[in-house]
RNA sequence: GGCGCCGUGGCCGAGUGGCUAGGCAGAGGCCUGCAAAGCCUCGCACACCAGUUCGAUUCUGGUCGGCGCCUCCA
Protein backbone atom coordinates (compact mmCIF):
# COMPACT_ATOMS: atom_id res chain seq x y z
CA UNK A 1 0.00 0.00 0.00
CA UNK A 2 1.37 3.52 -1.32
CA UNK A 3 0.39 6.53 -0.71
CA UNK A 4 1.61 10.25 -2.51
CA UNK A 5 3.15 12.19 0.21
CA UNK A 6 3.63 16.15 -0.03
CA UNK A 7 7.00 16.40 2.31
CA UNK A 8 8.83 14.07 -0.12
CA UNK A 9 7.38 14.41 -3.31
CA UNK A 10 6.41 10.79 -3.80
CA UNK A 11 4.43 7.28 -3.20
CA UNK A 12 5.52 6.35 0.28
CA UNK A 13 4.97 2.12 1.07
CA UNK A 14 3.22 1.62 4.48
CA UNK A 15 4.44 -0.87 6.37
CA UNK A 16 2.57 -3.99 6.00
CA UNK A 17 -0.16 -5.10 7.69
CA UNK A 18 -0.86 -5.63 10.50
CA UNK A 19 0.75 -2.77 11.21
CA UNK A 20 -0.30 0.45 13.02
CA UNK A 21 -1.80 3.03 10.72
CA UNK A 22 -2.40 6.16 12.53
CA UNK A 23 -4.26 9.23 11.28
CA UNK A 24 -4.66 12.31 11.82
CA UNK A 25 -6.95 14.71 9.21
CA UNK A 26 -7.53 18.28 9.90
CA UNK A 27 -10.85 18.96 10.94
CA UNK A 28 -13.32 22.15 10.32
CA UNK A 29 -12.78 25.33 12.02
CA UNK A 30 -16.73 25.44 13.23
CA UNK A 31 -18.49 29.18 12.72
CA UNK A 32 -20.54 28.55 10.55
CA UNK A 33 -22.28 25.49 8.64
CA UNK A 34 -19.73 23.15 6.34
CA UNK A 35 -19.44 23.60 3.35
CA UNK A 36 -18.43 20.29 0.66
CA UNK A 37 -15.40 21.02 0.27
CA UNK A 38 -15.15 20.59 4.15
CA UNK A 39 -16.15 16.83 3.30
CA UNK A 40 -13.44 15.67 1.13
CA UNK A 41 -10.97 15.32 3.86
CA UNK A 42 -13.50 13.78 6.10
CA UNK A 43 -14.76 11.18 3.52
CA UNK A 44 -11.02 10.23 2.28
CA UNK A 45 -10.16 9.75 5.93
CA UNK A 46 -13.01 7.29 6.04
CA UNK A 47 -12.63 5.60 3.24
CA UNK A 48 -8.58 5.29 3.80
CA UNK A 49 -9.80 3.54 7.28
CA UNK A 50 -12.21 1.87 5.59
CA UNK A 51 -9.75 0.18 2.76
CA UNK A 52 -6.97 -0.13 5.53
CA UNK A 53 -8.99 -2.25 7.77
CA UNK A 54 -10.13 -4.11 4.77
CA UNK A 55 -6.60 -5.02 4.50
CA UNK A 56 -5.67 -5.76 7.64
CA UNK A 57 -4.01 -2.73 9.25
CA UNK A 58 -4.56 -1.83 12.89
CA UNK A 59 -6.11 1.77 11.96
CA UNK A 60 -6.95 4.62 14.11
CA UNK A 61 -8.12 8.11 12.79
CA UNK A 62 -8.82 11.32 14.63
CA UNK A 63 -10.19 14.04 13.13
CA UNK A 64 -9.89 17.47 15.29
CA UNK A 65 -12.32 20.10 15.35
CA UNK A 66 -10.82 23.58 16.07
CA UNK A 67 -13.18 25.44 18.06
CA UNK A 68 -11.07 28.10 19.07
CA UNK A 69 -10.34 31.09 16.30
CA UNK A 70 -10.80 34.60 15.35
CA UNK A 71 -13.83 33.54 13.10
CA UNK A 72 -15.29 32.28 16.09
CA UNK A 73 -14.80 35.57 17.96
CA UNK A 74 -15.81 37.65 14.83
CA UNK A 75 -19.05 35.63 14.03
CA UNK A 76 -20.69 35.99 17.08
CA UNK A 77 -19.10 38.44 19.27
CA UNK A 78 -19.91 37.62 23.32
CA UNK A 79 -21.37 34.48 22.46
CA UNK A 80 -18.06 32.81 20.35
CA UNK A 81 -18.49 29.34 23.00
CA UNK A 82 -22.03 28.66 22.33
CA UNK A 83 -21.48 29.23 18.56
CA UNK A 84 -18.72 27.15 18.19
CA UNK A 85 -20.64 24.19 20.16
CA UNK A 86 -23.69 24.68 17.89
CA UNK A 87 -21.43 24.47 14.81
CA UNK A 88 -20.08 21.61 15.75
CA UNK A 89 -23.21 19.94 16.60
CA UNK A 90 -24.24 20.89 12.96
CA UNK A 91 -20.61 19.48 11.28
CA UNK A 92 -21.45 16.00 12.83
CA UNK A 93 -25.34 15.96 11.84
CA UNK A 94 -23.71 17.08 8.24
CA UNK A 95 -21.33 14.70 8.00
CA UNK A 96 -23.46 11.86 9.52
CA UNK A 97 -25.85 12.58 6.77
CA UNK A 98 -23.22 10.95 4.39
CA UNK A 99 -23.25 7.86 5.99
CA UNK A 100 -19.57 6.70 6.55
CA UNK A 101 -19.88 6.46 10.38
CA UNK A 102 -17.58 8.38 12.45
CA UNK A 103 -13.82 8.98 12.50
CA UNK A 104 -12.16 6.69 16.29
CA UNK A 105 -11.67 10.49 18.10
CA UNK A 106 -12.97 13.85 16.88
CA UNK A 107 -11.00 16.09 19.86
CA UNK A 108 -11.46 19.74 20.35
CA UNK A 109 -9.07 22.52 20.43
CA UNK A 110 -10.49 23.70 23.61
CA UNK A 111 -10.53 20.75 25.62
CA UNK A 112 -6.63 20.54 25.16
CA UNK A 113 -5.50 23.94 26.56
CA UNK A 114 -3.83 22.38 28.85
CA UNK A 115 -1.38 20.38 27.22
CA UNK A 116 -1.06 23.27 24.63
CA UNK A 117 0.36 24.65 27.46
CA UNK A 118 2.55 22.69 28.15
CA UNK A 119 3.81 22.33 24.96
CA UNK A 120 4.46 26.12 24.50
CA UNK A 121 6.08 26.09 27.69
CA UNK A 122 8.68 22.91 26.71
CA UNK A 123 9.37 25.21 23.11
CA UNK A 124 10.64 27.94 25.52
CA UNK A 125 12.91 26.03 27.11
CA UNK A 126 14.53 25.38 24.67
CA UNK A 127 15.31 27.93 21.72
CA UNK A 128 12.59 27.61 19.67
CA UNK A 129 9.91 29.92 21.32
CA UNK A 130 9.82 33.27 23.19
CA UNK A 131 7.19 34.81 25.39
CA UNK A 132 6.30 39.05 24.27
CA UNK A 133 3.88 41.23 25.64
CA UNK A 134 1.61 38.14 26.77
CA UNK A 135 1.51 36.46 23.48
CA UNK A 136 4.29 33.30 22.47
CA UNK A 137 6.14 33.24 19.29
CA UNK A 138 7.52 30.16 17.07
CA UNK A 139 11.21 31.25 16.28
CA UNK A 140 11.34 30.43 12.94
CA UNK A 141 15.16 30.84 12.62
CA UNK A 142 15.62 28.22 15.00
CA UNK A 143 14.61 25.51 12.90
CA UNK A 144 17.15 25.37 9.67
CA UNK A 145 14.38 22.46 8.64
CA UNK A 146 11.65 25.14 8.17
CA UNK A 147 9.76 25.05 4.54
CA UNK A 148 10.58 21.03 3.96
CA UNK A 149 6.85 20.32 3.71
CA UNK A 150 6.41 23.20 1.42
CA UNK A 151 8.97 24.34 -0.52
CA UNK A 152 8.77 27.55 0.75
CA UNK A 153 11.71 29.52 1.88
CA UNK A 154 11.34 31.70 4.50
CA UNK A 155 12.98 34.64 3.74
CA UNK A 156 11.38 34.95 0.54
CA UNK A 157 8.06 34.51 2.03
CA UNK A 158 5.60 37.78 1.20
CA UNK A 159 5.96 40.58 3.48
CA UNK A 160 3.38 40.72 6.38
CA UNK A 161 2.65 43.64 8.33
CA UNK A 162 4.51 44.91 11.17
CA UNK A 163 4.06 43.27 14.12
CA UNK A 164 6.28 44.58 17.33
CA UNK A 165 5.65 41.97 19.17
CA UNK A 166 7.53 39.47 16.64
CA UNK A 167 11.35 39.18 16.66
CA UNK A 168 11.51 38.16 12.86
CA UNK A 169 8.02 38.65 10.97
CA UNK A 170 8.38 35.23 9.58
CA UNK A 171 7.58 33.94 13.60
CA UNK A 172 4.13 32.48 14.37
CA UNK A 173 2.21 32.90 17.01
CA UNK A 174 1.42 29.91 19.61
CA UNK A 175 -0.05 31.89 22.46
CA UNK A 176 -2.26 35.42 21.66
CA UNK A 177 -2.33 37.47 24.91
CA UNK A 178 -6.47 37.97 25.33
CA UNK A 179 -7.91 41.23 23.47
CA UNK A 180 -11.12 42.87 25.21
CA UNK A 181 -13.37 41.57 22.68
CA UNK A 182 -12.93 37.93 22.84
CA UNK A 183 -14.80 36.52 25.35
CA UNK A 184 -13.66 32.42 25.61
CA UNK A 185 -10.17 32.22 27.27
CA UNK A 186 -7.63 30.28 29.74
CA UNK A 187 -4.69 31.38 31.80
CA UNK A 188 -1.14 30.71 31.08
CA UNK A 189 1.87 31.47 32.51
CA UNK A 190 1.65 34.61 29.66
CA UNK A 191 -1.53 35.49 31.36
CA UNK A 192 -4.78 35.47 29.96
CA UNK A 193 -4.87 34.28 26.77
CA UNK A 194 -5.92 31.69 24.31
CA UNK A 195 -3.84 29.05 21.78
CA UNK A 196 -2.80 30.19 18.13
CA UNK A 197 -3.76 28.45 15.42
CA UNK A 198 -1.22 25.34 14.83
CA UNK A 199 -0.42 24.52 18.14
CA UNK A 200 -3.64 22.26 18.71
CA UNK A 201 -2.97 19.93 15.74
CA UNK A 202 0.76 19.30 17.10
CA UNK A 203 -0.94 18.61 20.51
CA UNK A 204 -3.77 16.82 19.94
CA UNK A 205 -2.15 14.44 17.52
CA UNK A 206 0.35 13.60 19.64
CA UNK A 207 -1.89 13.31 22.43
CA UNK A 208 -3.59 10.74 20.80
CA UNK A 209 -1.61 8.90 18.50
CA UNK A 210 1.83 9.65 19.93
CA UNK A 211 5.04 11.40 19.05
CA UNK A 212 5.34 9.73 15.39
CA UNK A 213 2.15 8.57 13.82
CA UNK A 214 2.23 7.25 10.15
CA UNK A 215 -0.35 9.90 8.07
CA UNK A 216 -1.53 13.43 8.59
CA UNK A 217 -3.80 14.78 6.00
CA UNK A 218 -5.53 17.71 5.31
CA UNK A 219 -6.49 20.28 2.60
CA UNK A 220 -4.13 21.21 0.15
CA UNK A 221 -4.58 24.91 1.05
CA UNK A 222 -3.45 23.73 4.67
CA UNK A 223 0.37 22.82 3.79
CA UNK A 224 1.69 26.17 4.32
CA UNK A 225 1.58 28.21 6.84
CA UNK A 226 -0.68 25.67 8.85
CA UNK A 227 1.16 22.30 8.46
CA UNK A 228 4.71 23.98 7.74
CA UNK A 229 4.10 25.16 11.31
CA UNK A 230 2.85 21.86 12.77
CA UNK A 231 5.76 19.93 11.83
CA UNK A 232 8.48 22.63 12.99
CA UNK A 233 6.64 22.70 16.29
CA UNK A 234 6.90 19.15 17.19
CA UNK A 235 10.16 18.46 15.24
CA UNK A 236 11.53 20.94 17.04
CA UNK A 237 11.01 19.20 19.84
CA UNK A 238 12.17 16.31 18.63
CA UNK A 239 9.17 14.55 17.39
CA UNK A 240 9.07 12.67 14.54
CA UNK A 241 5.42 13.14 13.70
CA UNK A 242 3.84 12.00 10.41
CA UNK A 243 5.48 10.44 8.13
CA UNK A 244 3.52 10.60 5.21
CA UNK A 245 1.13 13.70 4.75
CA UNK A 246 -1.82 13.57 2.08
CA UNK A 247 -3.25 16.67 1.12
CA UNK A 248 -6.32 16.57 -0.85
CA UNK A 249 -7.15 18.89 -3.98
CA UNK A 250 -9.66 21.30 -3.58
CA UNK A 251 -12.98 21.68 -4.99
CA UNK A 252 -13.59 24.36 -7.41
CA UNK A 253 -17.26 25.99 -8.33
CA UNK A 254 -17.48 27.69 -11.26
CA UNK A 255 -13.75 28.27 -11.74
CA UNK A 256 -12.17 28.88 -8.56
CA UNK A 257 -12.26 27.32 -5.13
CA UNK A 258 -14.77 27.15 -3.14
CA UNK A 259 -14.37 28.61 0.14
CA UNK A 260 -16.25 30.90 2.74
CA UNK A 261 -14.38 34.08 1.57
CA UNK A 262 -15.36 33.36 -2.26
CA UNK A 263 -19.01 33.37 -1.26
CA UNK A 264 -19.30 30.74 -3.78
CA UNK A 265 -20.30 28.17 -1.34
CA UNK A 266 -22.58 25.03 -1.13
CA UNK A 267 -22.87 23.26 2.21
CA UNK A 268 -22.68 19.48 2.77
CA UNK A 269 -26.24 19.57 3.53
CA UNK A 270 -27.42 21.48 0.39
CA UNK A 271 -25.31 19.12 -1.34
CA UNK A 272 -27.16 15.73 0.01
CA UNK A 273 -30.16 17.28 -0.49
CA UNK A 274 -30.05 18.33 -3.58
CA UNK A 275 -28.12 15.06 -5.16
CA UNK A 276 -28.44 12.35 -2.85
CA UNK A 277 -25.86 10.90 -0.39
CA UNK A 278 -25.06 8.56 -2.87
CA UNK A 279 -24.22 10.63 -5.58
CA UNK A 280 -21.96 12.96 -3.51
CA UNK A 281 -19.98 10.35 -2.47
CA UNK A 282 -19.51 9.08 -6.19
CA UNK A 283 -18.74 12.20 -7.10
CA UNK A 284 -15.91 12.30 -4.69
CA UNK A 285 -14.97 8.86 -6.14
CA UNK A 286 -14.40 10.38 -9.84
CA UNK A 287 -11.41 12.36 -8.91
CA UNK A 288 -8.02 11.20 -7.33
CA UNK A 289 -7.98 12.55 -3.99
CA UNK A 290 -5.01 14.44 -4.46
CA UNK A 291 -6.57 16.31 -7.67
CA UNK A 292 -8.85 19.03 -7.74
CA UNK A 293 -12.77 18.51 -8.44
CA UNK A 294 -15.20 21.03 -9.81
CA UNK A 295 -18.27 20.65 -8.30
CA UNK A 296 -21.10 21.26 -11.26
CA UNK A 297 -24.26 20.61 -12.81
CA UNK A 298 -22.62 18.15 -14.92
CA UNK A 299 -19.72 16.40 -13.03
CA UNK A 300 -22.65 15.52 -10.50
CA UNK A 301 -25.28 14.74 -13.33
CA UNK A 302 -22.71 12.31 -14.12
CA UNK A 303 -21.96 11.17 -11.33
CA UNK A 304 -25.98 10.59 -10.30
CA UNK A 305 -25.86 8.57 -13.90
CA UNK A 306 -23.42 5.99 -12.62
CA UNK A 307 -25.50 5.36 -9.45
CA UNK A 308 -27.84 4.22 -11.49
CA UNK A 309 -25.83 2.34 -13.15
CA UNK A 310 -24.71 0.72 -10.26
CA UNK A 311 -28.16 -0.11 -9.01
CA UNK A 312 -29.29 -1.14 -12.47
CA UNK A 313 -26.56 -3.86 -12.17
CA UNK A 314 -28.54 -5.74 -9.23
CA UNK A 315 -31.60 -5.36 -10.76
CA UNK A 316 -30.55 -7.68 -13.22
CA UNK A 317 -29.04 -11.46 -13.26
CA UNK A 318 -25.83 -12.73 -11.61
CA UNK A 319 -22.68 -13.00 -13.67
CA UNK A 320 -19.50 -14.14 -12.24
CA UNK A 321 -16.93 -11.93 -13.09
CA UNK A 322 -13.50 -13.05 -14.76
CA UNK A 323 -11.21 -15.05 -12.46
CA UNK A 324 -8.83 -12.30 -10.77
CA UNK A 325 -11.11 -8.87 -11.13
CA UNK A 326 -11.35 -8.26 -7.78
CA UNK A 327 -6.84 -7.97 -7.58
CA UNK A 328 -7.00 -5.02 -9.89
CA UNK A 329 -10.12 -3.22 -7.91
CA UNK A 330 -7.04 -3.95 -4.77
CA UNK A 331 -4.40 -2.68 -6.91
CA UNK A 332 -5.78 0.38 -7.95
CA UNK A 333 -6.93 1.35 -4.05
CA UNK A 334 -3.48 0.35 -2.59
CA UNK A 335 -1.51 1.76 -5.23
CA UNK A 336 -2.28 5.66 -3.84
CA UNK A 337 -6.01 5.18 -3.28
CA UNK A 338 -6.73 5.20 -6.66
CA UNK A 339 -10.67 5.83 -6.76
CA UNK A 340 -10.77 6.86 -10.54
CA UNK A 341 -9.07 3.60 -11.48
CA UNK A 342 -11.05 1.68 -8.88
CA UNK A 343 -14.47 2.83 -10.42
CA UNK A 344 -13.06 1.68 -13.87
CA UNK A 345 -12.24 -1.73 -12.40
CA UNK A 346 -16.14 -2.00 -10.91
CA UNK A 347 -17.44 -1.39 -14.15
CA UNK A 348 -15.45 -4.73 -15.09
CA UNK A 349 -17.07 -6.39 -12.51
CA UNK A 350 -20.23 -6.52 -14.75
CA UNK A 351 -23.35 -8.09 -13.48
CA UNK A 352 -21.41 -10.26 -10.33
CA UNK A 353 -23.33 -8.93 -7.73
CA UNK A 354 -20.90 -10.51 -4.86
CA UNK A 355 -17.67 -7.97 -5.74
CA UNK A 356 -19.56 -5.10 -6.78
CA UNK A 357 -21.42 -4.57 -3.41
CA UNK A 358 -17.69 -5.57 -1.90
CA UNK A 359 -16.13 -2.92 -3.80
CA UNK A 360 -19.23 -0.45 -3.04
CA UNK A 361 -19.28 -1.53 0.81
CA UNK A 362 -15.71 0.28 1.03
CA UNK A 363 -17.23 3.64 0.10
CA UNK A 364 -20.30 3.41 2.40
CA UNK A 365 -22.48 2.63 -0.65
CA UNK A 366 -24.08 -1.00 -0.68
CA UNK A 367 -26.71 0.58 -0.17
CA UNK A 368 -27.09 0.77 -3.59
CA UNK A 369 -27.28 -3.05 -4.02
CA UNK A 370 -30.59 -2.92 -2.19
CA UNK A 371 -33.53 -3.04 -4.23
CA UNK A 372 -37.07 -1.44 -3.65
CA UNK A 373 -40.21 -3.08 -3.63
CA UNK A 374 -42.95 -1.77 -4.70
CA UNK A 375 -46.00 -1.36 -2.65
CA UNK A 376 -48.97 -3.64 -3.44
CA UNK A 377 -51.35 -1.16 -5.16
CA UNK A 378 -48.37 -0.30 -7.64
CA UNK A 379 -48.12 -3.89 -7.98
CA UNK A 380 -51.75 -4.77 -8.79
CA UNK A 381 -51.53 -2.46 -11.36
CA UNK A 382 -48.67 -3.75 -13.01
CA UNK A 383 -50.64 -7.20 -13.17
CA UNK A 384 -53.60 -5.19 -14.58
CA UNK A 385 -50.83 -3.89 -17.15
CA UNK A 386 -49.96 -7.86 -17.82
CA UNK A 387 -53.84 -8.89 -18.20
CA UNK A 388 -54.29 -6.08 -20.68
CA UNK A 389 -51.14 -6.98 -22.77
CA UNK A 390 -51.64 -10.54 -23.12
CA UNK A 391 -55.13 -9.43 -23.98
CA UNK A 392 -53.17 -7.77 -26.42
CA UNK A 393 -55.41 -4.48 -25.46
CA UNK A 394 -52.23 -2.23 -25.77
CA UNK A 395 -54.45 0.85 -25.14
CA UNK A 396 -55.41 0.25 -21.93
CA UNK A 397 -51.56 -0.98 -21.17
CA UNK A 398 -50.16 2.05 -21.76
CA UNK A 399 -52.92 3.90 -19.47
CA UNK A 400 -52.04 2.09 -16.82
CA UNK A 401 -47.81 2.56 -17.58
CA UNK A 402 -48.69 6.14 -17.46
CA UNK A 403 -50.19 5.38 -13.83
CA UNK A 404 -47.40 3.64 -12.79
CA UNK A 405 -45.19 6.04 -13.48
CA UNK A 406 -47.24 9.26 -12.06
CA UNK A 407 -46.55 6.85 -8.80
CA UNK A 408 -43.08 7.08 -9.07
CA UNK A 409 -42.48 3.94 -10.59
CA UNK A 410 -41.20 2.13 -13.62
CA UNK A 411 -43.03 -1.01 -15.17
CA UNK A 412 -40.32 -3.31 -17.25
CA UNK A 413 -41.51 -6.43 -19.18
CA UNK A 414 -39.18 -9.01 -18.43
CA UNK A 415 -39.22 -12.44 -19.76
CA UNK A 416 -41.05 -14.21 -17.34
CA UNK A 417 -43.41 -11.15 -16.46
CA UNK A 418 -42.53 -7.45 -14.89
CA UNK A 419 -40.27 -5.84 -13.22
CA UNK A 420 -40.97 -2.25 -10.89
CA UNK A 421 -38.51 -0.12 -10.72
CA UNK A 422 -38.13 3.62 -8.74
CA UNK A 423 -38.11 6.14 -10.85
C1' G B 1 8.32 38.55 -5.87
C1' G B 2 8.47 33.25 -3.86
C1' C B 3 6.46 28.12 -3.55
C1' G B 4 3.33 24.32 -5.47
C1' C B 5 -0.41 21.71 -8.59
C1' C B 6 -2.47 21.00 -13.37
C1' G B 7 -3.50 21.10 -18.95
C1' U B 8 -6.01 13.75 -22.19
C1' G B 9 -11.55 12.78 -27.31
C1' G B 10 -18.60 16.77 -26.51
C1' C B 11 -18.03 16.36 -20.79
C1' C B 12 -15.68 13.82 -16.46
C1' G B 13 -11.31 11.16 -15.78
C1' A B 14 -7.10 7.00 -15.05
C1' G B 15 -2.69 5.54 -17.23
C1' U B 16 1.63 4.18 -20.12
C1' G B 17 8.28 5.09 -23.85
C1' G B 18 5.69 1.11 -28.80
C1' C B 19 0.22 -3.02 -26.67
C1' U B 20 -8.37 -1.29 -25.78
C1' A B 21 -8.55 2.59 -19.66
C1' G B 22 -13.39 3.45 -17.76
C1' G B 23 -17.83 6.40 -17.15
C1' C B 24 -21.44 10.15 -18.88
C1' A B 25 -23.50 12.21 -23.24
C1' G B 26 -24.15 11.15 -28.76
C1' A B 27 -24.97 8.02 -33.51
C1' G B 28 -26.47 3.23 -35.65
C1' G B 29 -28.29 -1.73 -34.72
C1' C B 30 -30.50 -6.12 -31.95
C1' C B 31 -34.49 -7.02 -28.63
C1' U B 32 -39.83 -4.98 -27.61
C1' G B 33 -46.94 -4.33 -29.35
C1' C B 34 -44.47 0.50 -28.19
C1' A B 35 -41.07 1.40 -24.46
C1' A B 36 -37.54 0.81 -20.55
C1' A B 37 -33.45 -2.09 -19.22
C1' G B 38 -29.77 -4.93 -21.45
C1' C B 39 -26.48 -6.31 -25.41
C1' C B 40 -23.48 -5.14 -30.04
C1' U B 41 -21.03 -1.45 -33.13
C1' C B 42 -18.92 3.64 -33.88
C1' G B 43 -16.13 8.25 -33.12
C1' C B 44 -8.20 10.95 -36.70
C1' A B 45 -7.59 12.12 -27.42
C1' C B 46 -3.41 13.27 -25.13
C1' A B 47 -2.19 22.53 -24.89
C1' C B 48 1.98 24.45 -28.06
C1' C B 49 7.30 24.44 -29.63
C1' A B 50 11.94 22.25 -29.54
C1' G B 51 15.10 18.14 -27.80
C1' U B 52 16.42 12.87 -26.26
C1' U B 53 14.94 8.18 -28.75
C1' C B 54 14.32 3.35 -33.81
C1' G B 55 9.72 5.29 -31.62
C1' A B 56 6.79 10.23 -26.86
C1' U B 57 0.53 11.49 -24.92
C1' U B 58 4.22 9.26 -21.51
C1' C B 59 11.31 11.62 -20.47
C1' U B 60 14.03 16.82 -20.75
C1' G B 61 13.86 22.18 -21.66
C1' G B 62 10.96 26.26 -23.00
C1' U B 63 6.19 28.81 -24.27
C1' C B 64 1.11 29.65 -23.40
C1' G B 65 -3.12 28.81 -20.32
C1' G B 66 -5.87 27.42 -15.68
C1' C B 67 -5.72 26.83 -10.31
C1' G B 68 -3.92 27.00 -5.18
C1' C B 69 -0.77 28.92 -1.11
C1' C B 70 2.56 32.83 1.01
C1' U B 71 1.30 33.03 9.12
C1' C B 72 -5.36 32.18 12.06
C1' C B 73 -9.37 28.87 4.58
C1' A B 74 -10.48 21.45 4.11
Redesign the pocket.
Known sequence: MQLYDTLT?GKQELPPPPAPVRMYF????VYQRA?I??A??YILGMWLRSWLRSRGYDVTLVHNI?DI???IYEAAPGASAELAARATQWYLEDTDLLGLGRPDALPKASEVVPQIVRFISDLIEGVHAYESEGDVYFR?ASFPEYGRL?????D???E?GPNARKDDP????LW?ANKPDEDTWWDSPWGRGRP??HIECSVMAEELLGPAFEIHG?????????HE?ELAQSRALGHDFAQIWTH?????FT???????EGNVVTIRDAIERWGRETVLVFFL???WS????FSD??L??AA??VD?FR?VF??PFQAAPARAWEGFEA?LD??F?T??A??VM??F?RDHELLRRALDVFGLASLAETAEAPSEIVELAKQRQEA?AARD?DE??RL?TKIEAAGW?????ADGFQL?PR
Open positions: RCGPTHGNRPTNDRVSGQRPQVEQRDFAKGWGGLDLVFPHNNGLLRGSKMSKSTAHKPIDETVSARGERGADDNPDLAHGGRFADREARDVV
